[in-house]
């Protein structure tokens, strides 16, 4: 899952992530293991309006969305992803119809810390 970028600017209001499978054997250890939140005051939002969205076009939506290069995109399709505002303090992720605790657990992360992997 290389879909992660290490911080965020404070001046964007606008912010996308594109997730690969996470599930079955394809899930990589650091999914599983345990993590310390980041410090509250270097979280991207601490308080978040959250969105839920279900969609039968995940992978090309959360691809389009997060600019993942059409090859990318068809060799790791993307389950799910998160899209947040700083500025409006809203955060929706977009998952399929099918889906896991893991990925949506995942997802929130980012609502709150951003782009949090490498």
Partial sequence: ???WIKRLLPVLSVFLVACQTMSGDFVHKEELSEFTPIPVQNRTMNTVKL???VREDVAAFCAAAT???K???????PL???IWS???KECTI?????TTHLALGHEVRHCF?????R
């Fill in 80 to 82: 799910a992803c998160a």
């Fill in 1 to 3: 899952m290389n879909c």
């Fill in 71 to 77: 090859e990318r995109a068809y060799t790791t399709p």
């Fill in 86 to 88: 700083v500025s409006s």
């Fill in 113 to 117: 810390e951003g782009h949090f992997h």
């Fill in 67 to 69: 600019g993942m290069g």
């Fill in 51 to 53: 969105r839920w969205e």
């Fill in 94 to 98: 977009v998952t399929a119809k099918v």
